[in-house]
């Protein structure tokens, strides 16, 4: 029996839901948090963290019973974890495979650092807008005060 | 050419060409010595929202519309409107777009601008969004080099001052990177130093800078010399201004060391970081600087509402 058959036996296949796989080693914990799932909701979670793998060496994985992620939580993924795919489960089957890619404007998802920046003002109906500069490095600027972030910045940022 | 500048908004420096501002200064040259009252924009009505403190962009505003004829309705501060009520500025933003025909707008918010230009309809022009952008103010800063060297290009200069939070300094740098000045100094206290996005700016577009701590270093050198004031209001922590303040001054006998043409430009207001000797020297042009506000204003009006 391979390593990677008693992971398969460890995590059973989920009903329906999402995988989230290829996840950077020791990020898992940070991509639950920024989708907001504590643990709380009463679904299955099952979280594998520096398991082996082929292309990245080590890695997380995710699996969530219940939840399909909206895009907006996709690309939340991709700004934390670039490599992830997401395969979407139902009937135990695969019927959706996502490849995250950081979109070229990311609206509504993270707020501005900069407490003057107009995006921050209280009682405004303003979106938080950035543009993607890079990917590789990834760096996101306001469209607003024109503030530069990069991937560590990210996850303290993420709207919840 | 005035096409390019009919009913778009004024955010930033940055989004215009040089052809553009060459347009624009030409155009200013109209009113430069313009006497009393034109009808250029009659029945037209221009606000003027000013939530943050201003003396010479507001009044040359002011003064710009009613010699073009065109009627001005003002916000002076938040404390006279329902903004301190618990308005929201979209909302002031959408009311003023019913009442006017351009509306100028100053906010202690960065990207307050933008996001005017974004709920109204008509023109909006930026007259200084918190420390990032000024671009009227860069306009008459060109215009006013233009006018004393007769060109942009090929001169050296300094920027002294408060290039960390200083909007008026900032928007000067992004101009002059439209132009082909020979060097730029950019002399700060390292605390006071350019941000990490705006020298990302000014290295993609190729502007040839250096970064001093010290005027003394390079005084010799250069031809324009522009000068800000440290800008207390936008200090986070104020001992982190405590620990600057006073730390730069010009005097004559700093401008005596530099070229018999030396010239000192400064946005104004001025504190304490020029003597005041240097006010009525050779040196100083920042007087004939702040003139030069009305017929920048003017041209620009006039062009972005569509009648020039």
Not at chain 2, 6 to 17: C, E
Request: charge should be positive; proline fraction near 5%.
């Amino acid at each position: 029996m391979s390593i990677n058959e008693v992971h398969t036996l460890v995590v059973p296949k989920i009903l329906e839901g999402t995988v989230i796989d290829h996840i950077p080693a020791g990020k898992a914990l940070e991509i639950l948090r920024v989708l907001g799932i504590s643990g709380q909701e009463g679904w299955r979670v099952a979280v594998l963290m520096n398991v082996e793998s082929k292309r990245l060496g080590k890695k997380d994985i995710i699996k969530i019973e219940k939840r399909k992620l909206t895009p907006d939580e996709v690309n939340v993924i991709a700004l934390i974890a670039p490599t992830a795919t997401i395969n979407i489960i139902e009937n135990f089957v695969v019927v959706e495979k996502l490849k995250v890619r950081v979109p070229d404007v990311i609206e509504s998802i993270i707020r501005c650092p900069n407490p003057t920046c107009v995006s921050n003002k209280d009682r405004e109906p303003v979106k938080n807008r950035f543009k993607t500069l890079s990917q590789e490095p990834l760096l996101l600027q306001c469209d607003y005060c024109g503030i530069v972030i990069s991937r560590s910045d990210i996850p303290k940022l993420v709207r919840r | 050419m005035s096409y390019k500048f009919k009913h778009r908004d004024v955010i930033s420096i940055l989004d215009f060409t040089r052809e553009d501002l060459e347009f624009l200064f030409e155009y200013a040259d109209k009113f430069l010595n313009a006497e009393g009252k034109l009808d250029t924009l009659k029945g037209k009505v221009v606000a003027l929202a000013f939530f943050e403190p201003s003396t010479r962009s507001r009044l040359s505003f002011e003064v710009a519309a009613k010699k073009l004829g065109a009627d001005v309705i003002s916000i002076i501060g938040e404390e006279a409107t329902s903004i301190a009520k618990g308005e929201s500025f979209a909302d002031t933003m959408i009311m003023l777009d019913a009442y006017s025909d351009i509306i100028v707008v100053r906010h202690r918010y960065e990207g307050a601008a933008k996001y005017a230009a974004e709920i109204a309809e008509k023109p909006v022009i930026n007259a200084g969004d918190g420390r990032q952008h000024h671009p009227t103010q860069a306009m008459i800063d060109l215009y006013t080099v233009m006018k004393l060297f007769g060109t942009i290009d090929n001169l050296t200069y300094a920027v002294l001052g408060d290039l960390r939070y200083g909007r008026a300094a900032t928007s000067f740098i992004y101009g002059l990177t439209l132009f082909k000045p020979k060097k730029v100094y950019l002399v700060s206290p390292p605390l006071l130093r350019i941000r990490n996005d705006v020298r990302q700016i000014l290295i993609n577009r190729g502007l040839p800078f250096e970064e001093k701590n010290d005027i003394f270093e390079v005084i010799e050198d250069i031809d324009v010399l522009y000068v800000t004031r440290i800008q207390k209001e936008r200090f986070p922590d104020p001992m982190e201004y405590e620990r600057v303040k006073g730390s730069y001054i010009v005097t004559l006998n700093l401008l005596e060391k530099g070229k018999p043409h030396l010239k000192v430009l400064h946005p104004l207001p001025k504190v304490d970081e020029i003597d005041h000797k240097v006010d009525t020297s050779k040196y100083a042009a920042y007087y004939y600087q702040a003139k030069l506000g009305i017929p920048i204003r003017m041209a620009l009006l006039t062009l972005v509402m569509g009648v020039g």
